[in-house]
């Protein structure tokens, strides 16, 4: 498709694309709200169906596994068969899921519906930033709907578990889950009426390297179960370890695997482009932080000050607020600065709030807000800025499993994030962590063992973001965008 044509069709404002743009938020939103709102009704729903403590862990983890596990999958599958289709097929899956939710006795049948649900995300999920990111020719346009679609996202996260406890007050949990049925028939309408059938030009029609597939499944599976092994039995048991060789072993099949494929499912030299690389580094810093610092600061406030989970949750709010404002500024930093420079700054922002929390955090809640607030403020811009960077670095035909791709190494290192601290604090910390109160010498060592996960999670973040930089100077300089017009 020439360029002359692409701007002939493609929307030339926010506002031209806003029924499309209205079905991915709430692809988005779906994703956002789905395992914080649920969080809400576990002690419920485990009275309710008599669920063991092991049960209820897997209503919330099948589907992150399952999410986590088949995005690289089915992005591959989107990028032969169609994102928009993909994304339909996802779409009513979710619903007949959340349908499925009425008829729900057993906690068995409740995971068997998250397995669905999981499904469903992983059709979805990639598939919106794929389909924003064609949405438009400009990649301001492109960084303004994503920056708009994440922040529909990111309200949704913050009023979540209020809602959640609204509803839980007045109806069954069940309403919780049968509340994605209206986001998906939503969705479908939006995506349906807004965005155009896929164009074959877009696609590509290679064979779907079934064996890749497998080990790269099973790879990231196992790299998700591994570190909450680690958190949950500890350095000293044998299974997460045994996982996680069998998780690098798995990842050196797949390599070994896409370097002789005639049609590998993940095209190595794509990957090393320097903007994808680099916009994958910056990611990977910014999920490690945000979820080891959520890790280290929920345990602080809670069990080290002892805070009452409401208070806990009031003492987030700074991080929640830069959050949602924080979309305000991305555009016009890009104006003043370019692409590759707000990713690097919104970077090393996340790693300053690291640097913060390790070295001040015990001091005072005054420090943990400035921690929150700088790693929520790297957070927000380099979530758009480097996805997009990664799907700039890709041809048409490879956007979804470029999106797909991106948002796998967010949530395995996510998963990482939350096991360096944890398994950290296992080792220093004598006794059992949630038994109150805590003597002179167990306050000690979980203030020594808050510096040392934070320093250790700065470190790697930092390292990341250092590689991230390197690529990112071989990169090409963005040319041909606009500012983004009002919306």
Known sequence: ?????????????LREAWIALAGLSAVFLFEMLDNSILNVALPTIGRELHASTTALQWVTGSYAVVFGGLMLAFGAVADRFGRRRVMLVGLALLAAAGLATAFVTTAEQLIAVRVAMGVAAAMTTPGS????????????????????????????????PTIGGFVLAVAPWQVLLLANVP??????????RGIAADSASELHRDPIDVTGAALGTATIVLALLAPTMFVEDGVGSWTPWVTTLAAVSAAAAFVVRQRRASHPLLDLA?????????????KAAAGLATAGLGYLVTLQLQLDWGWTPVLAAIGTLPQVVVLIAGGAVINPLIR???????AVLSAASVVAGLGVYALLGTLGYAWVAVALILVAAGLRVVGVVAGTNVLRGLPESRTTIGAALTDTVSEVTSAIGIAVAGTILAALFTGSIAAAPWSAQQTAEFHESVRIAGLALTGIAAALVAWGMARGRM?????????????
């Not at 492109?142 to 708009?148: D, E």
């Not at 794509?270 to 580094?281: F, Q």
């Not at 990169?475 to 919306?487: D, H, K, S, V």
């Open 475 to 487: 990169a090409a300089p963005l040319t041909g965008a606009q500012p983004a017009t009002a919306c």
């Open 270 to 282: 794509l990957v090393r482009h320097p903007l994808v690389t680099s916009g994958l580094a910056f």
């Open 183 to 192: 986001v998906a028939v939503f969705a479908i309408v939006g995506i349906r």
């Open 1 to 13: 498709m020439s360029t002359t044509q692409t701007t002939a069709i493609l929307p030339q404002s």
């Open 129 to 160: 930033a794929a389909l924003a990111f064609r949405l438009f020719e400009s990649d301001r346009l492109r960084v303004s709907a994503m920056t708009l679609i994440s922040t529909v996202g990111l309200v949704g996260l913050a009023i979540g």
């Open 336 to 342: 003043k600065v370019g692409m590759q420079r707000a």
